[in-house]
Structures are given as C-alpha cells and as structure tokens.
C-alpha cells in the first residue's frame, strides 16, 4: 500500500504492508534509526515520534494511519550539524549528563521536545512534569538527570524545584 | 565565534546520541541480511519429540529454517565457569533432546525481514511431551527428577572460611536467625540482545554485537565453528545497556554465526522484549539463612550464610554468582568466626546470570538485614552498634574469615557522613511522635553499610589490556581490552590519556568494544572499565612518554648534532632536546614510525565501601511504602571523572529501588513466567518512583593502583535494598525478619504489618 506523510518537514512516499508499524517503516525503509524499539508494546516510549506536534508510540501505530500527516523523528530536531547543531533541550541533555547507553534518549528527547512546543506550562509543575517523565522508561540515569534537563531546556532552574 | 559553536558536550557520545545518529545492532545496514526468529519452548521442561521447520519453507520469503537435527554434531554453548560444572550438561544451541526452560530456542527461521521470519517461525511444528517443572532451587535440590540425567541438580557445593565452632553459638549472649530470598530478576537493557554476523569474505566471520566481553565471544565463537580466534571479529557498536546480562555467549549467537558462515549471507537477531522476559537470563535467585551471633556488649562473634542459588536451567556464568555472595559474608565487621556454605542448583527456569552487583548486593542484603534484626533483639542503636564492629581502619589491608583481602577502609567515616546527610536526628524525632500519636503512619530509618569488590578475581579477570599510540597527526589513539555498554569510555579514558600525557582532552580519541582493533582485552563488568582499563591506559600512556622521549635522542642524533641519552624533555606532546631543538610527537612518528606502548595491567580486585541509609513512611492499611529520603554515600578511591560516576551511583540506585520494592519475575508451577504483559507486568521504576537523594563520597584512594581508583557502578543495588528494607521493618517494628521479602510489595508489607500488629 502506497502511503504518503511529511516526515521532519520533507514529503515521504513509501509502499508498506499494512501491517507495518510506523516505527518500523521509519526505520527500514526511510532509513530514520534514530526512533528505537524497546519494548513493541507501548510502554516504554523509546519509539516516541511527535505526530502532528504531539507525542505518541510509533510501535503502537500503523504507518498507514499517517497518511497526509505529519512526522517528526529525533532526526529532525537538532539545528546543525555537530556539538554546536544541538537544539536546547538536546544541549540541556548533555549538560546534565541525563543519557548514558542513549536507547530511551530519543523518545525522552522527543516526547520533551512535544511538550516545550505545545504545552510549557507542564515545567512549572512539578506533578505535572513527574507524570510526563513517567511515560518513558530509562535503565540507566535514574530520571533525575533527565527531570533536570527538561527543566534547563525550559529556561527553569533545576535546583529550585 | 558563536555562542552556539562553543557548546561542550558532557561526553563524546551525546551528540551522536542525541540526534539519532548512534548505530546500535539493528541500525546497521547491511545488503542482503536476513532476519532471524527463533521457535522456543513455551513448556519449562519436555522431551522433544519432534521439531518440524519444513513448513516454515513453505511461507513466503523464508530462507531456511533450522532445527537441531541439521546442526553440526553436539553444537553447544562452550562452557565457562568451574571445570566439571557443564560436563554432561550441555547447553544445545537448539534443544533437540531436552528443553529445561520456557523460551528456549528449538529452531531459527530467516527470511528478508522480520515480520516474515515470524510467520515461518509460526508455522513451525513442535512436538515436546511434558517433563516436572522445578521451579526454585529448594524444589530442584530436594526432587528425584534429575535436569541432566545421571547427574544431581545440585551443581556446585562449596565451603568458604571454617564452620562456626558449636560452643561459639552456645556460649554467646544472642544469635538471630533470618531466612531472606533474593528474587529473581531481569535486567531489562532498553536494548535487548542484539547480534549481527556476516562472512568476510575470506573464511572467516565479522561479528557486532551489543556484549560486556566481546574477546570471550570472540574465542567462544572461533570455538564453536572451528575458526582460529584471528578469523573472528567482534565489534560492539553503540550498546543500550547490559548491566552483567551481555557477557556469555548465548545459543542464538552461535546460531546466527554459524548460519551466515553456513550461508555465506549476513545475519541479524534483534531480540524482542517479550523474548528476553523469558529467555534471556536473570539476575539474584538465592534463598538465604543467616545465623549471627553476638556477646552482651552487641560484639558480633560468629556470622554463618547458607546460600542456595538458582542456576536456571544451564549453569553458566551464573555459576560464579553466589561464590562472590559467600566471600562477601564478611561484610564490614571484624567478626571472629564466619562461614559460608553454598549449594548452587538447576531449576527449569532461564540460566541466571551476574545482574549489576552480582552476588554482592545478596551479600550485603543477608549481613546488613541481619545486623538490624540482632540491634532490635538487643534494643540496640544500628548505628551504635555498626560502629562497635567495624573493621577498624588501621587494620587495612584485612583478610578476612571468607578469605578476602581488602585494600582500604573507613567504614566508621562514611557512617558518619550518612547519619549526618540523613539528618538522623531529626527524623529519630519525627518517629517518636509518631510513635506517640495514634493512627499516625509509621516512619522507619534503616541503613546499610556495605563492602563490595571490584576489578575482578580469578586468572580470568585480574589483568586488562591498554595501548597508546601516537599518530602522525599529532594525535593520540587510546585502545583498551574493556567494552562500553553506556558508560562513556570515549569521554572517560581520553581524559586519563590526555591528563597522563599532559595533552589536550581534543588529541586522544579512545576505543575499545573491538577485537580486530585490540587483540586482547577482557571486558566490562564487575565495575572494572576504570580501575583496569583506565589504569592500564594511564601506565601506557607513561611508557609511550619514555619511548618517545629515547626515540627523539635517536632522532636527534640521526637528524643532527647528537645529544646524550636521557636529554629529551616531554612536554605536551612534544620532544624538548638541549640546544632549544624540538619535535612534536607527530613529526617523530612520520620520521621514525610507529610509535605506540602497550601495557598489561594486573590488580588483586578492589574493595569499594559507603553507606546507605533510607527514611521510609508506611501506610498499614494498603502496605504501601513511601521513600522520604534516601543517603548513599560512597568510596570508589579516587574518582576520575565525577559526572559519569555520579550517573552510575544514581542508575544503580534507581535499580537498587527497583529490587527492594517493584521488580520480580514470578512463575506459575509450571514454571511459565507470569509476565504475559511484559513491561506492563515487570514494574521497572519510572520517574514517579524516584526518592529524594542525597549523594555523598568519602575517598580513600586504592593504594595499589596508579589512579587510586576502585570501580563504581553497581554501589547503588548493593546499599539501597537493605537500607530500605530495614527502614520498612523498624518503621513496622518487625521482631521477624523474615516477614519482609523483597520485592515489597503492598500485599506483603499489609500482611507483615498485621502480622507485626497481631504480635505485639
């Protein structure tokens, strides 16, 4: 099945199965790695892509139902090239060294990402902000760091809160 | 130039993998890779009758699907561990007479990609007829069902230090008796296992894959396919996490090698989630009974631990688990008399397998547990009577009963910091009056001090690999044995390089993670990467200072007025001769060639201590157990780079969180793993789980090392377990304390404190 859909701001066309996850189709045939699976069943977030602006589980989404659509991948955040090409948040990332294997990071980073554009009242709350980190799973920096980077990439301080 | 371009990452790997750029297992592309699924057991134990892979040929796109009757004659797992452990129990790389847990492999379908490799898989037909399931070690020790036919389930028996004379224990004032479980565990990488073999073109095979020992796959490998170790390379590119789960040689590697030689085409495996929940292998698995006893003054006289582990189905690398857990039986104190006794056993669950701490966190959880429950039956303070049993510091190096000998220490000092970062008092305030006030929710303050080793023991583990290289660049190549699983070996060892050779950080690039680029080398775990690695790349780095500073007399002597041995200065990379001459270490290498030291570096292993301590509020009504405040202080030695250690004691601690009070893998009598929903199932801690944290060091430098370092990584799930667990039974007032098993869930901590309730 031919499906067509914006993937970080160029028009893609691509013949899939339909049975075929976003993810997938992401991965294998646009070549985008960047989005991760970890889990296949919609719970750990690593897959996270920002559709039409808002974050959803690409594992748990079929790459037909984007037609028309828009996508954005970890791919298409960074401004440039290299150190210097990184975004805020990507910065505020490695700042508060809040990635270590670097699986989770893309979906944090995305679903992040998500929330500074369309919802940056969630980074003067702290509920709020512990229960948009907790659709994520990491293994390795135990959250904190993460939770201070978003804070940082939002222009808070992360020793107030 | 601009703000933007100034940006310094904290480490080198974040910008790759901040952008989506890293590449991981299954985003190299390869022309032509076929996909691998596997056919697994779903029963734990069966004969097999029958494993027909003929259907899967018949579903569209399916290469060839094996089964174990088209393997090479005996093609098993090589062993590793104690001689003897694995004779006459073969680890097939596809069962084709037993299968002895669910989830292990019985045939591999390839096809192009994945999604039709699964179709073929499910076509395959099996045919097993049911055999006991043994599901626990004391079920497997005390049953007539025999795992490996001929042989006992009781694989490994062992002795560490004396027996505890009987009038010890008759004479002493007080012994507390404690049975604890140590649960099983999985790791959860967010990336699962992950290989990726294909032919080079010359006989011989090129291996990624994400793995803590890629020399030891390597030479299993080589092994296995009857190839010398020089035809085979492994690369371990960027790796999502391991945690000690990525360092044997599993069946579906070998599987996937010997296909792509068998081939000659590329072969990936990317291990699916609901796979690893049951096939990959799992962490802890003891029961423990512990005796300990002490004198009217609260001196502890004699502590005795009996382990039984749970080998899982093969004994494997799991099998050095409780050996470290038994030599650990010490702990902190100057007890006169301990002893430890180990039964290792074959269960029909996955293998077990060392999981971050690997044996010490059991150690530290059977002591510290035991030493809380003694300071209750004596109404004593935990933390007075700590002090009062502590190996003192001037006592260093200490061997002790189980046959340690630990480097440095100063147990009392990272005590102290504890109770002072804990704000002890106050909160021994706050318990009081909440002990007054009816109905008030009962706060506990429970600590841990814990020893662990580090580095590694045995002939295996003692030594790793490092080289220096200088380039004609001006440069400098750092190589090294160890392999990086997410904990920045890039960052880190350049800068032990560059600090060695009084160089810019920008001049050393570091790798390690590949045979073909370092021929020897051990691995990554037992939180050696720095203590070993780095200090063996610290003595390179010296030696090339010396080879370079003789070359740039010869140099000198061949280039112009010669000038005496022993006159060339370094200086940060270049070569200060008398007379005002100089060269710079890329000039000599384009002048004189090749221009590299290589080091092997030898350690006896590391001791690592600190102390952690929990608040923790309970409610009785729904057992549901809140962190208040959490206190890990640690000494690793010297430590070499801050923001990656400080990342390392927090991750463990999260995990350490997740042991104490979430995670677990169940299984029914049939010994299926009651994990249908995965993730949704295994609780791993999110961010809502976090507790407040305080982090502390004390350093005491290891005074046989060059960096003074000791490894760091896995202090985290050895202190927080015990710690939070004594603070949930002082907050119950549990005279018991068997009546806490972890995980903590709220169905046990309601039962305990009704029970704590009905008994007082």
Request: charge should be negative; glycine fraction near 10%.
């Amino acid at each position: 099945m031919r499906v067509e859909f914006d993937v970080n701001g160029e028009r893609r066309s691509v013949d899939v199965e339909p049975r075929r996850h976003l993810a997938d189709v992401l991965r294998d045939e646009l070549g985008l790695t960047g989005t991760h699976l970890a889990c296949e069943h919609g719970v750990c977030g690593s897959c996270t892509v920002l559709l039409d602006g808002e974050a959803v589980r690409s594992c748990l989404l079929l790459a037909v139902q984007c037609e028309g659509r828009s996508v954005r991948t970890v791919e298409g955040l960074a401004d440039g090239e290299g150190p210097g090409g990184l975004n805020p948040l990507q910065r505020a990332f490695s700042a508060e060294h809040a990635l270590q294997c670097g699986f989770c990071t893309p979906g944090f980073v995305v679903l992040l990402q998500g929330a500074l554009e369309r919802d940056p009242a969630v980074f003067d709350d702290p509920e709020a902000l512990r229960r948009l980190l907790s659709s994520n799973l990491c293994r390795c920096t135990g959250y904190e760091p993460i939770r201070r980077a978003a804070l940082r990439a939002a222009g808070r301080d992360p020793d107030a809160v | 130039m601009s703000a933007s371009t100034a940006f310094q990452p904290t480490r080198r790997e974040d910008v790759r993998l901040l952008t989506g750029t890293g590449r991981y297992v299954a985003d190299l592309a390869v022309d032509g890779c076929l996909e691998a699924a596997f056919v697994r057991s779903r029963l734990a134990h069966g004969r097999v009758r029958r494993v027909d892979a003929a259907p899967a040929r018949a579903v569209a796109s399916v290469v060839p699907a094996l089964a174990a009757a088209a393997l090479p004659g005996r093609f098993v797992v090589p062993p590793f561990g104690q001689p003897g452990v694995a004779e006459g129990r073969d680890w097939e790389v596809l069962a084709g007479e037993r299968v002895r847990h669910v989830g292990q492999p019985l045939a591999v379908v390839l096809a192009a990609d994945r999604y039709a490799a699964e179709d073929g898989a499910d076509a395959v037909v099996v045919d097993v007829d049911p055999l006991p399931a043994l599901v626990g070690p004391q079920a497997a020790a005390a049953s007539d069902v025999q795992l490996f036919d001929g042989l006992g389930n009781v694989v490994v028996e062992q002795d560490h230090g004396e027996p505890v004379p009987q009038e010890v224990w008759a004479a002493a004032h007080v012994v507390v008796e404690a049975t604890y479980t140590q649960q099983l565990l999985a790791p959860v990488p967010m990336e699962s296992r992950a290989v990726l073999a294909a032919p080079d073109g010359a006989g011989g095979l090129r291996v990624w894959c994400s793995h803590q020992a890629p020399h030891r796959l390597r030479d299993n490998l080589g092994q296995a396919l009857r190839l010398p170790p020089d035809r085979v390379r492994v690369t371990v590119p960027d790796a999502g996490g391991a945690f000690g789960s990525k360092s044997a040689t599993f069946p579906e590697y070998l599987a996937v090698a010997l296909l792509a030689l068998r081939l000659g085409r590329p072969v990936r495996w990317v291990e699916d989630r609901a796979e690893a929940f049951s096939a990959h292998t799992h962490g802890r698995g003891q029961r423990q009974r512990v005796r300990l006893a002490a004198d009217r003054d609260g001196r502890f006289l004699a502590l005795d631990l009996d382990v039984l582990a749970d080998l899982g189905a093969y004994p494997h690398v799991g099998v050095v688990v409780p050996t470290q857990t038994a030599l650990m039986a010490t702990g902190a104190y100057a007890t006169g008399h301990v002893h430890a006794r180990v039964r290792a056993v074959v269960t029909t669950t996955a293998p077990t397998a060392p999981y971050r701490g690997a044996g010490r966190p059991e150690a530290a959880y059977a002591v510290e547990r035991t030493v809380e429950a003694l300071a209750r039956r004596l109404g004593a303070d935990p933390v007075e009577l700590r002090r009062r049993n502590f190996i003192a510091p001037e006592r260093f190096p200490h061997t002790t009963p189980t046959g340690r000998t630990y480097d440095s220490g100063d147990y009392a000092r990272a005590l102290d910091v504890a109770v002072d970062a804990l704000e002890l008092d106050r909160w021994r305030t706050e318990r009081a009056r909440r002990r007054a006030e009816p109905g008030a929710r009962p706060l506990g303050i429970g600590f841990c001090s814990y020893v662990e080793r580090t580095g590694g023991d045995g002939p295996l583990l003692l030594q790793e690999n490092g080289s220096v290289e200088a380039l004609a660049d001006g440069s400098f190549l750092a190589r090294c044995g160890t392999s990086a699983t997410g904990q920045g070996h890039e960052t880190a060892f350049a800068q032990v390089v560059a600090d060695a050779l009084g160089v810019d950080t920008a001049l050393v690039r570091a790798v390690d993670g590949d045979t073909g680029e370092v021929p020897h080398g051990v691995g990554s775990f037992a939180s050696r990467s720095m203590q070993m690695g780095g200090a063996a790349l610290h003595l390179a780095a010296r030696e090339l200072v010396d080879l370079a500073r003789q070359r740039a007399v010869a140099w000198a002597a061949a280039a112009g007025p010669p000038v005496p041995a022993g006159s060339a200065t370094w200086d940060a990379g270049r070569l200060l001769l008398p007379g005002g001459r100089w060269i710079g270490t890329g000039e000599l290498v384009t002048a004189t060639g090749e221009l590299r030291a290589d080091h092997v570096f030898r350690q006896e292993a590391a001791f690592p201590f600190g102390c952690y301590g929990a608040v923790v509020e309970v409610d009785p009504d729904t057992g549901e157990v809140e962190v208040l405040r959490l206190v890990a202080v640690d000494d690793y030695g010297t430590v070499v780079h801050p923001v990656i250690t400080r990342g390392q004691t927090v991750g463990s601690l999260v995990q350490g969180l997740g042991q104490a009070l979430y995670e677990e893998v169940p299984h029914d009598g049939d010994g299926v793993p009651l994990l249908a929903e995965g993730l949704f199932d295994y609780l791993l801690p999110t961010a809502s789980e976090v507790p407040p944290f305080v982090l502390r060091e004390t350093r005491t430098p290891n005074p046989s090392n060059p960096l003074g370092a000791k490894g760091a990584g896995e202090a985290g799930c050895i202190g927080v377990p015990p710690a939070v667990v004594n603070a949930v039974a002082d907050a119950l007032q549990l005279d018991d304390p068997d009546l806490l098993q972890m995980p903590l869930t709220p169905a046990r901590v309601w039962r305990a404190a009704r029970a704590a309730g009905a008994a007082s």
